[in-house]
């Protein structure tokens, strides 16, 4: 109930032109066509790609060396 609700009232919210000073009108799907048509919007698509194709591999094999070296004997672990 707590995440459906939101959900559904944004995806209502995203067939129509609404702000917050005038009542909601409905468009259809004329705020897809125009952000699909949105240069800008497929340089944020490509940006965040990039982002991810070259953050997620990084951050793994950090988290593996991280984990190998941790996983090692160490001096003096038998204290603890």
Known sequence: LWVGVPIVVAIALSFTS???????????????????????????????????AVGIPISMFLALVFAVLLNRTMPAQGLF
């Open 18 to 52: 609404y702000d917050v000073i005038t009542s909601a009108r409905f468009t259809g799907l004329a705020n897809y066509a125009t952000i699909l048509s949105d240069t800008l919007f497929w340089r944020s698509v490509l940006h965040n790609v990039v982002i991810a």
